[in-house]
């Protein structure tokens, strides 16, 4: 069942029916605030403000949700295209005015060459696993022109683990998630968080060039 559709559809129509919960296999469930699905350009973060000006060329949106970040760069003249998995995100971006949505898995998606892939929002998050990402990374070249780029921002999750040391068996950024809204619940999903010095090391094993153009740093209260 798509949860996660049927509640940015729900929510778009102004007939939410419950909350959204969030839960993880680190802590408690938490409440998702749907909103941001459908921020401006006004309310975005600088950093997405920020990764929007160096999109060029044609661009590709990788799982483009409600079509947020679509939204803006079509209004800026850009050809984008949204590729999201989720129908009924789909259906959400075709009713906001996205001109070009492809409903289907990035994955096995070779129709087009772009000159940037974007995935904002944690984007790059969806490969779920440390291999899986390594496996995209060699894949997305095939979905590029010569001198093309992926721009995708991701973040250190070291912090959810101060006070237990996390399993070193696998990767600490690799998260499992589960939907549930209206009764309902999503099957679990993982979500890959990667910190700066292991991206590096990825991309070199599978031929990029890293460029980190923003930072951001959480600050905590003592």
């Known amino acids: 069942m798509d949860v996660y559709g049927t509640f ?21 469930a938490e409440e998702l605030p749907v909103d941001a699905f459908f921020r ?13 000006s160096l999109c060029r060329g044609k661009i590709l949106d990788i799982g483009a949700g409600t079509g947020t970040h679509s939204l803006v760069l079509q209004q800026k003249g850009f050809d984008v295209t949204a590729i999201e998995i989720s129908e ?14 492809i409903n289907q898995d990035i994955l096995n998606y070779k129709a087009q060459k772009y000159d940037t892939l974007l995935l904002m929002m944690n984007g790059i998050g969806f490969c779920g696993y440390v291999q ?9 070249k095939n979905l590029l022109n010569p001198g093309g780029q992926l721009i995708f921002d991701s973040s250190d999750v070291a912090y959810l683990y101060e006070n237990e040391a996390p399993d070193t ?3 600490y950024g690799e998260i ?47």
């Open 8 to 28: 940015l559809k729900d929510f778009y129509a102004g007939s939410l029916k419950t909350d959204v919960l969030l839960h993880n296999n680190y802590g408690d």
């Open 40 to 52: 401006t350009e006004d309310e975005m973060p600088d950093i997405e403000i920020y990764a929007l």
């Open 88 to 101: 009924g995100a789909c259906q959400v971006m075709a009713l906001r005015g996205v001109k070009q949505v």
């Open 132 to 140: 899986d990402l390594k496996t995209f990374l060699i894949e997305a």
């Open 169 to 171: 068996a696998t990767y």
């Open 176 to 222: 499992d998630y589960q939907y549930e809204y209206d009764g309902q619940k999503s099957d679990w999903f993982s979500w890959l968080y990667i910190h700066q010095a292991f991206m590096q090391q990825l991309a070199t094993e599978t031929g990029w060039q890293l460029q980190i153009i923003y930072q951001c740093r959480l600050l905590k209260q003592k």
